[in-house]
């Protein structure tokens, strides 16, 4: 009997699980791909970036084959040229490539894989997944172009998960007059900032433009970008609770773990300690190679915290370390570091209170951290750095499943709660058979899932069980 398995989102985690499965040696098997857009492969990350965002790995990290880690870099430049992105003409291991071109590399892998997997059939459905629901034996899911898929297992690939909207009093009034822009990868809505009506008007008294951005990690980098390549040459203040701006990647490679991954209790307070205390007597006086030491055993690390210990992490330390963990590409921290020196770009540590918008205009309140007055920013536009909108069709679908006690948060708060293989818990903490996830759904549980080494092991082994399972 054949067995169907549905996966939710065809970004880089669903399009990286059918490559893997298309490389099995399993007959008898239908991959339901469900992806809305026409591209799979890219994603946020990879499908919306502009040709002048990079990876923020070198070219031998970002291989999707893990028998060939040289695979990508020698893709890139066969093909990059011919897709006019001639700069990966000389490409090689230490390359910092073009995002756009990964996520035509991983479309093109899978198209590859389609054509000559002898075992799996590889189904696209370009749609939404509208809701799930179980059936004896697996799910049903309903499909926004009208469709019913009945599969035995399911594979919920949806990328980052929603973060909480910013709510602040005048947002609604900001957004109805197009002052407020919550998609950072739209162009287009980037170079109509500087065609606003009033531009300069409510700045400063000088008359100089301002562009107020919330979130400062790597997606105000990549904004900061977008902006000077639209032709935006105005004042651009970026603001979050803790300003703290993800660091340059140097070339550090890993050195021998600094910690004991299997040392119980495992207090955090300990473990952080010794990353200090290991970075400050690193013979190479660079701390990237202590970070880069512990790609191997984060994971134990963090399943040997208590939840207590998770939760703190979330609360007091996530923030620096995601700036330290993904650092920005040399290219792009040396442009960022050049518009801070011109006074172009400025980082602030305090958040939001309120706006207030009129046709020329923003006035934006915020308070500056351990400030204890507030103060009001004039500006031209906002735009929303912080992550991936509640409203979006796959967080509705999430939001459903969780409703229904199908899914539910893990301790943390930073995912969805799983057991080792990835296979969701429903609302009593019991596995869902059949139900799984990979990629940043389950950071909660791995810490380390995100990058595209993590995905795609993720993706391999995810794809080994059901092999197994099928026999």
Known sequence: MTQHIGIIGGGLS???????????????????????????????AYGLAAPWHSLNVTADRASLLPDDPDHWWQWAAIHGPQLDF???????????LPRKLFGIYAAALLYEA?????????????ARVDALSRLDGGFRLRLSDGQTLDCGKVVLSVGSLPVPSLCLPGLDEAYRLGRIFDNPWNLDALAGIGKLPGIGGLTDAHGKSRVLIAGTGLTMADTVMSLRR????????????????????????????VVNAQARPLRLSRLLHQLRQSSRQSPS???????ESLRPITRSLWENLDDDARRRFVRHGRT??????????????????ADQQAGRLHVVKGRFIGVAARDDGLAVDMRRRFAADSETLHADALILCTGPRQDDAEAV??????????????AS???????????????????????????????????????????????????????????
């Open 86 to 96: 001639s700069q990966t003409a000389t490409a090689n291991a230490e390359s910092y």
């Open 413 to 471: 708060g930073m995912g969805l709660d799983a057991d080792p293989d990835g296979q969701m818990l429903d609302a009593d903490g019991k596995a869902v058979p059949g139900l799984y996830s990979l990629g940043p759904p389950l950071r909660g549980m791995r810490l380390e899932c995100t990058a595209i080494t993590d995905i795609r092991n993720q993706a391999v082994d995810l794809a080994q069980l059901m092999a197994i399972q099928s026999r």
């Open 14 to 44: 669903g399009a990286a699980f059918c490559v893997a499965m298309l490389r099995m040696p399993t007959e008898d098997t239908t991959l339901h791909l469900i992806e809305p857009e026409e591209l799979t492969g890219g994603g946020i």
């Open 397 to 410: 679908l999430l939001r459903d499943m969780q409703q229904a006690g199908l899914i539910r948060p893990d």
């Open 320 to 337: 620096f370390w995601d700036a330290h963990r993904f650092r920005m590409p040399p290219e792009t921290a040396a442009e960022l570091q």
């Open 285 to 291: 006086g660079d701390w990237q190679e202590v970070f």
């Open 114 to 126: 389609e054509m000559r997997s002898a075992g799996p059939r590889l189904v696209r459905h370009r």
């Open 230 to 257: 639209v032709g935006y040459e105005g004042e651009i203040v970026a603001i979050s609770r803790h300003g703290v701006v993800p660091a340059p990647r140097s070339a550090a490679r890993p050195g021998e773990p």
